[in-house]
């Protein structure tokens, strides 16, 4: 069973950064994928960024191409969203979550583990 617990929400000005933590425990011998997604008030819950905990290349969503990036240490067993250039349509609740492989920027139907999430706001 995998525990995610995320870390590093705040508020920024239009521009700025932020860096996500997503720290993971109980799958230490097994490989996921983890996905983080965001949801604020009134919309779907949206993918954004997926990573194979067991290396290779995230991928990303349009919204957030160019912008923010995946990083993951497996000897913390942490995965990072950094978070560059920000907008206030940025601003959400941001959660990670893990599913199997194969790995893909879905919908959230697939996780079968999340975290508490973690707020970001973004003002203008």
């Known amino acids: 069973q995998v525990q995610l617990v995320e870390s590093g929400g705040g508020s920024v000005q239009a521009g700025g950064s932020l860096r996500l933590s997503c720290a993971a425990s109980?799958?230490?011998?097994?490989?996921?994928?983890i996905g983080w997604f965001r949801q604020s008030p009134g919309k779907e819950r949206e993918g954004i960024a997926v990573?194979?905990?067991?290396?290779?290349?995230?991928i990303y969503a349009d919204s957030v191409k160019g912008r923010f990036t995946v990083s993951q240490d497996n000897t913390k067993n942490t995965l990072y969203l950094q978070m560059n250039s920000l907008k206030p349509e940025d601003s959400a609740m941001y959660y990670c979550?893990?599913?199997?492989?194969?790995?893909?920027?879905?919908?959230?139907?697939?996780?079968?583990?999340w975290g508490q999430g973690t707020q970001v706001t973004v003002s203008s």
């Open positions: 990573i194979y905990t067991g290396g290779g290349r995230a």
């Open positions: 109980g799958y230490t011998y097994r490989r996921y994928c």
């Open positions: 979550a893990a599913d199997y492989p194969p790995c893909a920027v879905a919908g959230p139907d697939k996780y079968f583990s």
